[in-house]
């Protein structure tokens, strides 16, 4: 059997600053098999970019550990709210702005980067700057810019959420989409339920802070097939809604601690 790309085990983590320590993660085991998205929702402040951080190998836990495929050279990618494109180059120079800082810009990656920028339907744009791209566009030349580098993860922390809410419906579908045809192993922060039924095989409820794992709830709909915006109107989609709803609201009203 193949294993996990990566496996959190019994991992714990505090901030210390001058007004003391805040627990942040109160021992976190899960893995993640190749090829699945998972998706991590939770109260705000519980803990969630703290855990992506902590996978990313960002943060050291305190206790506990990350392991990594270690029969593999796994590269971790990672996408936040902000596209963080440089505003100065177009966007051919942005997206390959990895393999040019990491001293990997060979012709394969031009021409992977070209195959991508047609793939995600960004081609014509190359030479653009990102202020003449819409929030969409910059968000998929942001995504581009990650799988140049041909990660075997993918982290995605509230990728969408500096989006208004119909872009962010049909980005966040399109993004989905890339990631499954690609067959990259994610994990997406989100605080926008429905986003992580869309997306997610695999949703991990969090506790409030510190961040505990409260439930695994496996998701599988109808729809999925077609496409994470068709999978909304899949007829479980309601139902999960409701199951995830009921265990974020207990933990705002402190219900069942
Ligand atoms: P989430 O992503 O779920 O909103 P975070 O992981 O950002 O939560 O933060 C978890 C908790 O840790 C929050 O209560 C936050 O205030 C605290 N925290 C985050 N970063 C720091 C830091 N650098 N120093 C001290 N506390 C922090």
């Not at 593999?72 to 902000?82: D, S, T």
Request: glycine share 6%; with cysteine; proline share 4%.
């Amino acid at each position: 059997m193949e294993q996990p790309i990566i496996s959190c085990r019994d991992v714990c983590f505090s901030y210390h600053n001058l007004k003391g320590e805040t627990l942040a993660l109160d021992h976190i085991s899960f893995q993640v098999d190749k090829g699945e998205f998972i998706a991590i929702v939770g109260p705000s402040g519980c803990g969630k970019s703290t855990l992506l951080s902590v996978i990313a190998g960002l943060l050291t836990p305190e206790s506990g550990e990350v392991i990594l495929d270690q029969t593999k050279e796994i590269r971790v990618g990672y996408m936040l709210q902000q596209d963080h494109l440089l505003e100065w180059r177009s966007i051919w120079k942005n997206v390959l702005l990895g393999p040019e800082i990491t001293g990997t810009l060979t012709r394969e990656k031009e021409q992977l980067a070209e195959q991508l920028l047609h793939d995600y339907g960004l081609y014509k744009f190359k030479d653009k700057k990102p202020g003449e791209l819409s929030g969409g566009m910059k968000q998929r030349a942001a995504l581009i810019r990650t799988m140049v580098m041909e990660p075997a993860l993918l982290l995605l922390d509230e990728p969408f959420s500096a989006l208004d809410y119909q872009t962010r419906l049909m980005v966040s579908s399109d993004i989905g989409s890339i990631i499954r045809k690609s067959g990259i192993t994610a994990i997406l922060i989100t605080h926008d339920l429905s986003e992580a039924i869309s997306l997610a095989d695999r949703i991990l409820v969090l506790t409030k802070r510190p961040a505990a794992i409260k439930r695994t709830i496996p998701v599988k709909l109808t729809l999925a097939e077609q496409s994470p915006l068709a999978a909304r109107n899949a007829p479980e989609f309601n139902d999960l809604f409701t199951l995830l709803w009921k265990e974020i609201s207990d933990e705002y009203t402190g219900e069942n601690n």
